[in-house]
């Protein structure tokens, strides 16, 4: 619609003579990615209002006062900036609906950079400068896509906006594109994100991003964003908003101020084409199971070196920043072939290093408890609404840190894993036991997500059918539900649980060879597992008796003609000791106060193990 030529006007006057602070710029004064560095120290430490906070921010940046003029919510994704708007929202009224059905069911939030980029942590997760409100629907189509550049798309929204296959030289995957309307809007959103979070942005995954802090951005994306940048110059709409932000925040987006700062920034330093030196004296350092660790020396480089990256039988597994890496996930008893890649912080990248061989060692049998290289999973529940969980066993024969673990999602079975880090996992895991992981949104009636070990509502949680979901070790694939690169269902509205007699992960996903199927919501499994030979061998199970099971929290283990010292634990599924008796010779062992829950009783005779499940109402 016609745009409100006098309030614009009136704006601009005002704006240009008493809005940013004085002084607030005095200190950049480089060029580069000096002042890159700069302006980053002065926009840095800004305040966080919260997740929630965002809506109250929104209702002083980003109402509509340019076209309409009505005090509607400015959706750059449903805004018709020469006709009558398709829907409009009221800052109040449409919000976080949750049907997003169609366009103009209501609004949310859409991160220009996506959440799972930077894992949902603060403060980025709740920055304005690059958070705006938008329709729902048009946000998921969107959904975790770069902005690039559509000549054919596969979805337009009802004001333009496409979603496609990239049209420009160095990137052909999916991406989104706005209309021409907002494209500087959203490019110095991206030079905001890319100034206010150098210091950690070199650790973030999207196809945007070249894994450097300096220049950020690969070069395909850059003439992209630079583009946008010139033909859609800064508008009324955004020194508002910058404004109404900085008073919520107290930072601004340096880009809006000064628009010359992005040419000054990107268009100034000379590209770097000099890779760095190859890395040398390649080493096998330590190999067990499931792991092979590596060590060599130092390559050198004009500009620094970024990180190394790891291949494995011709295939790239790992990054790393340091001279050495441990890769897990892998098979016993098996050769592999390893070399190292040094790239330096303009992207370039050296000849490989000489290739070395390294072999895993046999698995461990563990002495008569089934013994497994690794820990998998074991259950999986895609129910209706909202009812997702996973389930991860641990039958290693040992407490396991899962710090080192994440889960990630491939987003209907195409596309790249949701982030670099994942939905990580938190505390240790007994052996014997399980961890449940639960969506936040579920409904109690099927599992509580208040009883589980995690509960969250991370995107990797909020899988589908076609959703294949990974379970990663140092961010190595280990185990997978789901077929990489298969948009078809492989499991809708169903539950599936490791058959008994698996007991390793497998990264091939075998849904007939390694899982049972229950009708959907069946969660009554989610808890525990137990392998087909749990407890046999040279330790026979019958030789002790928990009762009564189910129990009240009171209950007695009896071992049966033991002559032999036992060592006697129970393990929550949350992992956590909640009773232990070493070196007992007593042949009945009385137990009081247990919480309600499920448990694993594990008794040891020197090197002869066996677990026993207990539930307490």
Not at 1 to 28: C, E, H, R, W
Not at 144 to 149: K, L, S, T
Not at 159 to 179: D, H, M, Q, R, W
Not at 405 to 426: E, R
Request: proline residues 4%.
């Amino acid at each position: 619609m016609k745009k409100n030529y006098f309030f614009l006007f009136l704006l601009v006057f005002t704006s240009a003579f008493s809005q940013i602070p004085t002084g607030y710029y005095d200190t950049a004064t480089g060029t580069g990615y000096a002042l890159k560095t700069q302006l980053y120290n002065i926009i840095k430490d800004h305040t966080d209002n919260g997740y929630g906070g965002l809506y109250v921010t929104y209702a002083t940046s980003d109402l509509d006062h340019f076209y309409e003029n009505d005090g509607t919510v400015l959706d750059m994704y449903s805004e018709n900036p020469t006709g009558t708007d398709p829907y409009s929202y009221s800052i109040a009224t449409t919000q976080r609906c949750g049907n997003y059905v169609k366009e103009g069911d209501c609004y949310n939030r859409e991160h220009i950079i996506p959440q799972s980029v930077f894992d949902e942590k603060s403060p980025m997760v709740a920055d304005a400068h690059f958070i705006t409100p938008t329709d729902g629907k048009v946000n998921g189509m969107r959904s975790n896509y770069p902005h690039g550049v559509v000549n054919n798309p596969t979805y337009t929204s009802l004001n333009g906006s496409k979603l496609g296959a990239n049209a420009t030289a160095g990137y052909s995957g999916t991406v989104f594109e706005p209309i021409d309307e907002f494209k500087g809007d959203i490019a110095r959103m991206y030079f905001y994100f890319a100034t206010r979070y150098e210091n950690t942005i070199a650790g973030y995954s999207y196809p945007m991003f070249n894994g450097t802090s300096n220049k950020v951005f690969t070069a395909a994306f850059l003439n992209i964003l630079l583009a946008w940048h010139t033909q859609d110059p800064v508008s009324p709409r955004e020194i508002e908003r910058n404004n109404a932000i900085y008073a919520r925040q107290n930072n601004r987006n340096p880009f809006i101020d000064h628009p010359e700062y992005v040419n000054q920034i990107w268009t100034t330093e000379s590209d770097d084409t000099t890779p760095p030196t190859t890395p040398q004296n390649l080493t096998v350092t330590q190999s067990t199971s499931n792991s092979i660790s590596l060590s060599w020396s130092a390559s050198t480089d004009n500009s620094g070196i970024a990180a190394y990256a790891i291949y494995v039988d011709n295939v790239f597994k790992q990054n790393t920043t340091s001279t050495t890496a441990t890769i897990s996930g892998l098979t016993p008893s098996t050769t592999y072939s390893f070399y190292v890649i040094a790239k330096d912080a303009s992207n370039n990248s050296s000849t490989q290093s000489t290739s070395v061989n390294g072999t895993t060692t046999e698995a461990s049998s563990g002495g008569g408890g089934t013994v497994t290289n690794e820990i998998f999973f074991t259950e999986y529940v895609e129910g209706s609404g909202n009812n997702k969980y996973l389930e991860i066993s641990n039958f290693t024969g040992n407490t396991v840190d899962l710090t080192k673990y994440a889960i990630k999602k491939q987003v209907n079975g195409a596309g790249p894993w949701t982030s670099t880090s994942g939905l990580a996992l938190t505390g240790t895991l007994a052996h014997g036991a399980s961890y449940v992981i639960a969506y936040s949104q579920a409904a109690a009636a099927c599992f509580a997500p208040a009883s589980a070990n995690l509960s969250s509502g991370a995107t990797e949680l909020q899988f589908n059918g076609n959703d294949p979901v990974g379970l990663f070790k140092n961010d190595v694939l280990i185990d997978i539900i789901g077929t990489l690169g298969n948009t078809a269902n492989f499991s809708i509205d169903e539950t599936l649980r490791r058959k008994p007699t698996v007991s390793s992960p497998n990264t091939i996903f075998d849904k007939a060879a390694e899982w049972d199927v229950y009708p959907k919501d069946t969660c009554s499994g989610l808890g525990s597992h137990t392998l087909a030979n749990l407890g046999t061998g040279n330790f026979d199970s019958a030789i002790f008796s928990i009762y009564p099971n189910p129990s009240n929290g009171h209950f007695t283990i009896q071992l049966k003609d033991s002559n032999e010292t036992s060592n006697i634990e129970i393990i929550s599924i949350l992992g956590q000791r909640v009773f232990s008796q070493k070196n007992s010779l007593n042949s009945s062992i009385n137990v009081n106060n247990i919480q309600k829950g499920i448990y694993i009783v594990r008794i040891t005779q020197g090197s002869k193990t066996s677990s026993k499940k207990i539930i307490i109402n």
